[in-house]
C-alpha cells in the first residue's frame, strides 16, 4: 500500500506483534505443566490441551487436577499461612512489591501470553490488563505496611477466576488476600490457565515462601472440590449460576463467600450528550475484549428525541471496527474465547425479535462480529438474559425517570454508563441506579483503590480498596460457642382481668399474628407474665410490605435519622424503670437496668454515626474524582440475640436505619415481652411506619421464609437457634447477603456490639467515576 492510498482510504496496515517470546517460554516448560504445589510445579497428570482461540493451535497441556492435589495444595497453604501472617505487614509488603516489579519486567511475556491464551487484542492485554494488574500489586503492598492491628488474616482462601480477564482477576484476588496475611490457592480457569502458571513462575522469582500461592488447574470439577475444601475463604468471579450453586454448597459451613457474578449494564444517553463521544464510549463499554466483560454497556437506553441520529452513528462506527488476529496491534475486536461460546453468542443473536445490524468483514474461525440490535422490550430475553459476547442490545426512553425504570429493570446490579453534559441529570440519576458501578461519561474505568462490585445478582462483596481487604480480614477475637437459653418454665396463671397478650408490630401499629397463636411467657417463679404472638410466613409478607413501603426512610437526611434515634433513646430512657423490671422478670436476673442504660447508649452511638459514617474520594488516577458513597442495603431481616433481650434489639436496630434500611426484627425467642413493650416507645418516638418492624416467634420456623424472600435485601441472624445454614441455603436464590453467627457467641455488653462493622454490613459501597474537563 502506497503512502497516497493510505492517507485515501484511512486503512491501517498490519502491526503484528511476535509470539517468539511467549513460545518459547512454554517450550522452556516443556509444553506440558502440572499444579504448582509448595513453591514448585508438581509432575503433569491426566492432560487437557489449551490452545489459541484465534487460530485453534495448541499452546500446551495442562493437569486436570485430582482431589490428592487440591488436598495437597490446600495442605502446602495451611502450613504456610502462620508463618506468613506472622512475619508482619511491613515484610509481606516487600514480596508485593517484588511482584509488581517483576510483572513489569516481564509485561511483554505476560501480554502476549494472554492474548494467545485468550484471543483478545495485545493492545488490551499490553494497555489494560498488565498496567491494573501491576497497579493492584503495588496498592495491596501498601496495604500491607498499613494493615490495622486489630484485624486478622482469614487463613487460608480458595480462589476461582474467570477466562475473560485471567491475569487481572488473579491480581484482583491474590494481591489483597497476600497483603492481609492469608495464603491462596487459585484455580484459573480450564480455557486460560497460562499467565496463571507464568505468575507461578514469577512467585518463585520473586523468593515467595513454599505454599503462599498454589494453583491448580482443570474444569469446574476442581472448582467443585476447591470449594468442598477445608478453606477459610472463598472468592469467586463467574456465573451467577456458578455462583448461587456455591452459596448453596458453603451453607452453614462458616466459610466467608465474596461472589463477582453476571452484570446486564445499562448505558443511558440523554440527549443532551456528546454524541460522538458517547458513541466511543460505547465501543469500550460492549466491544471490549469481544463484549466478554461482565460489566459490559450491553444494554443501551437512548433518549428517543436522539435515538435515530444516535444509532446512526454508532453503526457507521461499527462499521470500522478491525477484527482479526489478536497480536495484530491495529485490531479492535479479537477472536471469542472458544467454539463452543461463539455458538451459544450466535444461537441467542438468532432467536432475536428485534433490527440486527453487524459488522460486515469476519474472519473465518472462532470470531463473530460486532452487533447491535434494536427496537427490543424491556422484557425481551435479550434485554434480560447475559449474551457475553460482542451483541448490543437497545430500547429507548422518554423521560429521566423512565431511564431510570429501564435501567433497573434487570436482576443484576453491577455496572451502569451515563452520559449527559448536564451534571445535575448525571448526578441525580446515578444514585438512583441499582448498580455497585457507575461511571458518568465513561466506561469500563477501574483502579485498584476503587471498589468493584454488585448487588443483587451480580453477588456481593467488594474488589479493590479498603472495603474489598475488609473481605480478606476479621476482627481480631476469638469467640466462643453459642449457648442455646430456653425461656423460663411454668404452670401458674395469675388472674387476668383483661386480655394480656402482646402484638406484633408491623407498619408502625400493633397486629395481631396471622396464625392466631400465641405462647405463654413465665417469670421464674412459673408465674404467668403474659402472652407473646408466634407470627407466620403472613405476617414475614406483610412486614415486608410495609418496610418496602417506607422507601423514603432511605432519602432523608442523615440528621433528621440521627434526630429519630435520639428522640428514641430519650424515650427509652423515660420508660427505663418499668422496662428494667420486665428485663428481670423475663430472665430471672437482675441487670435489667444496666441493659437499657446501655441500650440506650447504643442508640446515642448509632445516632452519632447516622451523619459521620460516610464515604470518600479514592486516590484513582483519574482528572476528576472517583467517589465511594456508602448506600443502604433496603430491607434487613435480622434474627436478634436471644441473650439480652432489649439490647441485642437495639443493637442490631439502631445501625440498620442509621444506615437508612428498614427492618423486619424477630425478637429474641425465649424473652419477646421485652421487645414488644419497646415497640411503644417507637410508637411515640416519630419512626415512620414500616421502618422498624418487630416480630416474635421460632426462629428456626421463619428463618427460612426470611431468606428466601425475594423483596429482603440482606438477613442477619445473633440467634441462639442453629439457622445459619437455613439462612444461607434460602439467601441463595437471589444471592442477597447475609451475615450470620455461625454459632458462634457475640458479647453483645462489650465493643463487641457495636460499631463500624454493623454499619458495613447495612450499607452497600458504590462507586461513582466522575471525570472533568477536557
Not at 512454554?26 to 492432560?47: C, E, H, M, N, T
Request: charged share 20%.
Amino acid at each position: 500500500m502506497s503512502v497516497k492510498e493510505i492517507f485515501e482510504t484511512m486503512e491501517y496496515g498490519p502491526a503484528p506483534e511476535s509470539a517468539a517470546e511467549a513460545l518459547a517460554w512454554l517450550v522452556d516448560q516443556g509444553a506440558r505443566f502440572g499444579p504448582f504445589i509448595a513453591g514448585s510445579f508438581a509432575p503433569p497428570g491426566i492432560l487437557f490441551e489449551t490452545r489459541n482461540p484465534a487460530t485453534g493451535e495448541v499452546l500446551a497441556s495442562i493437569t486436570q487436577a485430582t482431589q490428592d492435589d487440591v488436598e495437597a495444595a490446600v495442605a502446602a497453604a495451611r502450613r504456610a499461612q502462620p508463618a506468613w501472617e506472622d512475619m508482619g505487614g511491613p515484610a509481606r509488603a516487600r514480596f508485593l512489591y517484588a511482584l509488581a516489579r517483576l510483572l513489569q519486567k516481564h509485561a511483554r511475556l505476560f501480554a502476549v501470553l494472554e492474548t494467545l491464551d485468550n484471543g483478545k487484542p495485545i493492545r488490551e492485554s499490553r494497555d489494560i490488563d498488565l498496567p491494573l494488574a501491576v497497579r493492584h500489586f503495588y496498592y495491596h503492598a501498601g496495604s500491607a505496611q498499613l494493615m490495622a492491628s486489630d484485624r486478622a488474616a482469614m487463613g487460608v482462601c480458595a480462589q476461582i477466576i474467570p477466562w475473560n480477564f485471567p491475569l487481572l482477576m488473579l491480581a484482583w484476588k491474590v494481591a489483597p488476600a497476600l497483603a492481609m496475611g492469608n495464603t491462596v490457592v487459585l484455580k484459573p480457569a480450564e480455557w486460560t490457565s497460562l499467565t496463571a502458571l507464568l505468575f507461578a513462575d514469577i512467585c518463585r522469582q520473586a523468593g515467595l515462601p513454599d505454599g503462599v500461592v498454589n494453583i491448580v488447574t482443570g474444569d469446574g470439577r476442581v472448582g467443585e472440590m476447591l470449594v468442598q475444601a477445608e478453606v477459610d475463604k472463598i472468592a469467586f468471579t463467574g456465573s451467577t449460576e456458578v455462583g448461587r450453586a456455591i452459596r448453596t454448597a458453603t451453607a452453614g459451613s462458616g466459610k466467608a463467600l465474596t461472589l463477582e457474578l453476571g452484570g446486564k449494564s445499562p448505558y443511558i444517553v440523554f440527549e443532551d450528550a456528546d454524541l460522538d463521544s458517547a458513541v466511543e464510549g460505547l465501543v469500550d463499554a460492549i466491544w471490549l475484549n469481544q463484549g466478554q466483560v461482565c460489566c459490559a454497556g450491553s444494554r443501551l437506553l437512548v433518549q428517543e428525541g436522539i435515538a435515530e441520529q444516535f444509532h446512526a452513528r454508532l453503526r457507521a462506527r461499527m462499521d470500522g471496527l478491525r477484527i482479526g488476529d489478536p497480536l495484530d496491534k491495529c485490531i479492535d475486536v479479537g477472536a471469542i474465547i472458544d467454539p463452543v461460546q461463539r455458538d451459544r453468542i450466535a444461537q441467542m443473536v438468532a432467536g432475536s425479535d428485534g433490527t440486527i445490524h453487524q459488522t460486515a468483514a469476519c474472519p473465518e474461525g472462532c470470531f463473530f462480529p460486532p452487533t447491535l440490535i434494536t427496537g427490543l422490550s424491556s422484557a425481551s430475553p435479550l434485554m434480560q438474559d447475559e449474551i457475553f459476547g460482542p451483541v448490543l442490545v437497545g430500547t429507548t426512553f422518554r423521560t429521566p425517570s423512565e431511564a431510570i425504570q429501564v435501567a433497573n429493570d434487570t436482576r443484576y446490579g453491577l455496572a451502569a454508563s451515563i452520559w449527559s453534559e448536564n451534571i445535575n441529570t448525571a448526578l441525580d440519576v446515578a444514585p438512583k441506579l441499582a448498580a455497585g458501578v457507575v461511571w458518568i461519561n465513561g466506561s469500563n474505568m477501574f483502579d485498584a483503590a476503587v471498589p468493584f462490585g454488585g448487588l443483587r445478582e451480580s453477588g456481593f462483596g467488594r474488589e479493590g480498596g479498603p472495603e474489598g481487604l475488609a473481605a480478606y480480614t476479621r476482627p481480631v477475637r476469638a469467640p466462643e460457642r453459642l449457648a442455646p437459653i430456653a425461656p423460663l418454665a411454668g404452670d401458674e396463671s395469675e388472674p387476668q382481668p383483661v386480655d394480656r397478650t402482646a402484638k406484633l408490630y408491623i407498619g408502625g401499629k400493633q397486629a395481631r399474628p396471622d396464625s392466631g397463636h400465641a405462647s405463654n411467657v413465665f417469670d421464674a417463679k412459673g408465674r404467668l407474665i403474659g402472652q407473646a404472638p408466634i407470627a407466620s410466613r403472613k405476617d414475614i409478607r406483610n412486614a415486608v410490605e410495609a418496610a418496602r413501603a417506607a422507601s423514603g426512610w432511605a432519602a432523608a437526611p442523615a440528621h433528621n435519622r440521627a434526630q429519630v434515634l435520639y428522640y428514641i433513646a430519650e424515650n427509652l430512657h423515660a420508660r427505663a424503670g418499668s422496662l428494667a423490671a420486665l428485663i428481670d422478670r423475663l430472665t430471672g436476673g437482675t441487670d435489667g437496668a444496666d441493659e437499657v442504660s446501655l441500650a440506650v447508649s447504643r442508640l446515642f452511638s448509632a445516632a452519632a454515626w447516622a451523619d459521620k459514617f460516610d464515604g470518600r474520594i479514592a486516590q484513582a488516577p483519574l482528572r476528576g474524582a472517583a467517589l465511594v458513597t456508602r448506600a443502604p442495603c433496603g430491607v434487613i431481616g435480622a434474627f436478634c440475640p436471644d441473650a439480652g433481650p432489649l439490647l441485642g434489639l437495639v443493637s442490631v436496630m439502631a445501625p440498620a436505619i442509621a444506615m437508612g434500611n428498614r427492618v423486619v426484627l424477630v425478637a429474641s425467642e425465649p424473652f419477646p415481652l421485652a421487645a414488644l413493650e419497646f415497640a411503644h416507645v417507637l410508637e411515640g418516638s416519630d419512626v415512620p411506619g414500616g421502618v422498624v418492624n418487630i416480630l416474635t416467634g421460632p426462629h428456626a420456623d421463619l428463618a427460612p421464609t426470611m431468606a428466601q424472600h425475594m423483596d429482603i435485601d440482606a438477613v442477619w441472624s445473633f440467634s441462639g437457634a442453629d439457622i445459619s445454614e437455613a439462612i444461607e441455603q434460602g439467601a441463595a436464590a437471589s444471592l442477597k447477603r447475609s451475615w450470620v453467627n455461625d454459632g458462634l457467641a457475640r458479647d453483645w455488653w462489650s465493643p463487641e456490639g457495636e460499631g463500624p462493622e454493623f454499619l458495613e454490613q447495612a450499607t452497600e459501597a458504590k462507586s461513582l467515576w466522575i471525570p472533568w474537563g477536557a
